[in-house]
């Protein structure tokens, strides 16, 4: 189902994404992809940064603002678009899901773009479509110069 698909997103986005990796640490960054799918994947065209509202003893974990997801749902319903997926970075380095992002059964049929920065790993990122059981690898095609 998803052979051949991909997530496109500009350098931009994905220099933004790693640099609030960093900055969250050594606890998590959130936010939302804002975008459209298209007939080869999946396109993203801006992004919302959350707080990370998870306890703030838990650093691996994330929680998106449910107020911020809230505006955004009628800030979409007002202007169109869609919310494709969802950001979040991995202080552990490992830039795929975790046991607790495959518990969660959240966002599936969207994207989860996974960005892994430690204090001693450089940033790498990876991109899912969460189906109902798993994270199926998305290719990532990073466009524009940045
Ligand atoms: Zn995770």
Do not use: L, S
């Given at each position: 189902m998803t052979a051949g698909r991909a997530l496109r997103i500009a350098s931009h986005h994905l220099a933004r994404i790693g640099e609030e990796a960093r900055i969250a640490l050594p606890r998590e960054c959130c936010g939302l992809l804002l975008g459209r799918e298209t007939i080869d994947g999946w396109q993203v065209t801006e992004l919302v940064t959350s707080p990370?509202?998870?306890?703030?003893?838990?650093?691996?974990r994330f929680e998106i603002d449910p107020q911020i997801l809230i505006a955004v749902q009628k800030r979409l319903r007002r202007e169109g678009g869609a919310m494709i997926g969802i950001y979040h970075s991995h202080p552990n380095g490992r830039a795929t899901p975790s046991d607790t992002d495959l518990a969660?059964?959240?966002?599936?049929?969207k994207i989860w773009v996974i960005a892994a920065l430690s204090a001693d790993t450089p940033l790498s990122l990876g991109a899912f479509l969460r189906t109902d059981t798993a994270f199926a690898p998305v290719p990532v095609i990073a466009e524009g110069t940045g």
């Open positions: 990370n509202v998870a306890p703030a003893d838990r650093h691996d969660q059964a959240w966002q599936i049929g």
